[in-house]
């Protein structure tokens, strides 16, 4: 006999009155203290965050004094989180971090990727050039990286390699911050040949609550989480681009919400205190997609869904984020409506707070 799947039904696409394709995720919803709060398919489920994990691997750079010492902007804190799309505008603080850090573009070594963003390929296209390193949506990360190696005064040769002091730092901050031993963090090569890191979905929800109510850290460490997040919040055209989940989710609610996306259908979510009522307190949310979403058709609909059932949006915020879902129709190319792509779960509630909807 199979063992129970961490995962159950999210997410369908359907063609007439008929369920066509049917997406399993698994949702986990915790406050600060890793109390479970909310969720459906299993907590305990190991996966990697991807590029979720980028504010976590800021913070380090940014404890230690990284802003004052190289005079880092909030705009370069939030590159430096950021999976941006390439366009001109991310390129330009890219180059502005490696200015104040001393480093060169040359020095990234998360390899060369075209921009995300359709626009900027073509104007490339059009003007002869070629994507280089800044293009790279990790080109933040790797800055902030080379920063962090520059204020301790450590090579940044190999600032990569997992045993490097950056990396080990990095490591070291990750597991504390998400109440996880090191040694249980299991590790893997992100896309941007960085090291990333697989925990279970309850433990990046807590980690994220925390970042987002940093009360119980110590001074320097919280003070850097607020940092973060006030650098995410305020510049969240960093954090991805034009028109992208990240970007818009941020810029309608107004910094209530913070929103971070990774590969292979990993989302993670961070709601302020305050941000469901009075007195609220802040909340993590962490979702993973089983089959990656590679079209990106589930991962916004079950985010989306997730913050309604929990009541974190209000009619006019859905309403301007309606593009994204939860419930969008399916057309085909004579632009005819064919189905539905919808929400299937019902977010089971563990912890009853005040402010959560019955």
């Not at 940092?227 to 681009?241: E, L, N, R, V």
């Amino acid at each position: 006999m199979s063992e129970k799947s961490p995962y159950v039904p999210v997410f369908e696409l359907t063609r007439g009155e008929i369920g066509e394709s049917l997406h399993f995720g698994a949702v986990t919803v915790t406050d600060k203290t890793g109390t479970l709060i909310a969720g459906c398919g299993d907590p305990r489920l190991v996966t990697y965050l991807r590029s979720s994990a980028k504010p976590f691997q800021v913070l380090p750079l940014i404890e230690a004094g990284g802003v004052d010492h190289f005079g880092l902007t909030l705009k370069e804190v939030a590159l430096m989180c950021a999976s941006h799309s390439g366009t001109d505008a991310h390129v330009q603080v890219a180059a502005s971090i490696q200015k104040k850090v001393d480093v060169g573009e040359l020095d990234l070594m998360c390899g060369i990727q075209p921009p995300m963003d359709e626009a900027t390929r073509e104007q490339l296209r059009a003007r002869g050039q070629t994507p280089t390193q800044n293009r790279h949506n990790c080109s933040g990360k790797h800055s902030g990286m080379l920063a962090q190696a520059r204020l301790n005064g450590w090579s940044v040769d190999h600032y990569i390699d997992p045993i490097h002091p950056v990396q080990q730092q990095i490591l070291k901050t990750f597991a504390e911050v998400c109440a996880v031993p090191m040694e249980d963090v299991e590790l893997g090569i992100d896309g941007c040949s960085a090291p990333n890191f697989a925990i279970p979905l309850r433990q990046a929800a807590q980690g994220f609550a925390r970042l987002c109510d940093p009360d119980d850290f110590p001074p320097a460490r919280a003070s850097a989480c607020r940092t973060i997040i006030q650098a995410m919040t305020t510049h969240p055209d960093m954090i991805a681009g034009p028109g992208r989940f990240d970007t818009r989710l941020m810029q309608v609610t107004d910094g209530r919400i913070v929103a971070k996306g990774g590969a292979e259908g990993y989302q993670i979510i961070g709601i302020r205190p305050g941000a469901l009522g009075a007195h609220s307190p802040a909340l993590g949310i962490t979702v993973k997609i089983s089959d990656g979403d590679a079209r990106h058709r589930a991962r916004s609909g079950v985010v989306l869904e997730v913050l309604r059932q929990l009541g974190a949006l209000n009619a006019t915020e859905l309403a301007e984020l309606a593009e994204f879902g939860p419930h969008s129709e399916i057309y085909n190319w004579r632009k005819l409506t064919v189905g539905e792509a919808r929400p299937v779960f019902k977010l089971e509630i563990f912890e009853r707070l005040e402010t959560l909807p019955v």
